[in-house]
């Protein structure tokens, strides 16, 4: 799709959001709190970005950029080129992070940009009626975005963590005094969603979710394996040093993909036999076990084989 920035703002230091309309006789499709848009740069980069907005009937779509100090590309080239009454190329929206609107009480803990799902969660859940309670965490009040926006909800379900101050996040003994049976979401930095991760293991499945930004850490499996395509009848060898992607795009498959870092789940393949090397972290972990399907832009194989449905 195309859509056009409407406007431009400056949120806090290296923090930019962005309103994007859709061209004149076209419109957005609706979406549900915590989805995103990737977002396709002339620069041939995808990235993902989550909509700070309601988009049950969006006539616009609202996403914030925070210039990575080490970007690759993305962040830096939309800060240094994105101006409002541009054009630009998204994808339609999709929820890897929705939100539970049956859920009984909801807590939601943010990290720095992490808050952005956040807002369109929090309104969801005021035009519902359910209660909810937000921690937000951020390492100094001037570069923390959107504590305007913040300010509009009932300051007593809200509670800002300044590392500055001396207030940083406990999330062990928040976590610790949340009932069970709460649905808790988090977005935020590594370090966040790793101590989140630990923290809420022994809670019941589907009871915890988060999102990350990145792949982190994630190392891409080797190759050295041949990939067989079930519904063209062909194989594909995966050299040593290339990934799964590559191999596919380099030999003409057309796979879809966005952010190259196992996080979107834009190219999810199913698998139909072998065993995959799973380095994502888009599938749950009662996914991976099953090897019923795999991320192709960073996973691998552990058989010699692995068929695809492709």
């Not at 890897?96 to 929090?122: D, K, W, Y």
């Not at 300044?162 to 808790?184: P, V």
């Not at 930004?213 to 050295?224: C, L, W």
């Amino acid at each position: 799709m195309h859509a056009r920035i409407r406007t431009a703002r400056w949120e806090s230091n290296g923090v930019m959001s962005y309103a994007l309309e859709p061209l004149a006789g076209e419109h957005f499709p609706s979406c549900t709190a915590g989805a995103h848009i990737d977002v396709h740069l002339p620069n041939g980069i995808n990235r993902s970005y989550s909509l700070l907005n309601d988009g049950s009937v969006p006539d616009h779509y609202e996403i914030a950029v925070q210039c990575d100090p080490d970007s690759r590309g993305g962040s830096s080239f939309i800060h240094e080129n994105w101006r409002a009454g541009h054009v630009i190329s998204i994808a339609p929206p999709r929820n890897n992070f929705p939100l539970n609107e049956e859920a009984a009480r909801t807590l939601l803990i943010s990290g720095g940009i992490g808050v952005t799902p956040m807002f369109a969660m929090i309104e969801r859940l005021e035009a519902l009626g359910r209660p909810w309670a937000l921690h937000h965490a951020f390492r100094r009040r001037e570069q923390a975005a959107f504590l305007d926006r913040l300010a509009r909800y009932d300051p007593s379900r809200i509670v800002l963590h300044d590392d500055a101050a001396g207030t940083s996040l406990d999330m062990r003994a928040l976590i610790a005094d949340t009932e069970a049976g709460t649905h808790i979401y988090c977005c935020g930095p590594e370090r966040m969603l790793a101590a989140f991760t630990e923290l809420t293991a022994d809670r019941p499945a589907g009871f915890a979710h988060l999102e990350y930004f990145s792949g982190g850490d994630i190392v891409p499996a080797a190759g050295g394996y041949t990939l067989a395509l079930n519904r063209s009848g062909r194989t594909i060898e995966v050299e040593a040093g290339e990934t799964m992607l590559d191999a596919l795009l380099d030999a003409g498959v057309n796979v879809g993909f966005a952010c190259s870092e196992g996080i979107c789940g834009s190219c999810r393949v199913e698998v139909l036999e072998g065993v995959p090397d799973h380095r994502d972290r888009f599938l749950s972990a009662e996914e991976k076990r099953a090897n019923k399907s795999v991320m192709v832009c960073c996973s691998g194989a552990r058989t010699a084989t692995l068929t695809l449905d492709l």
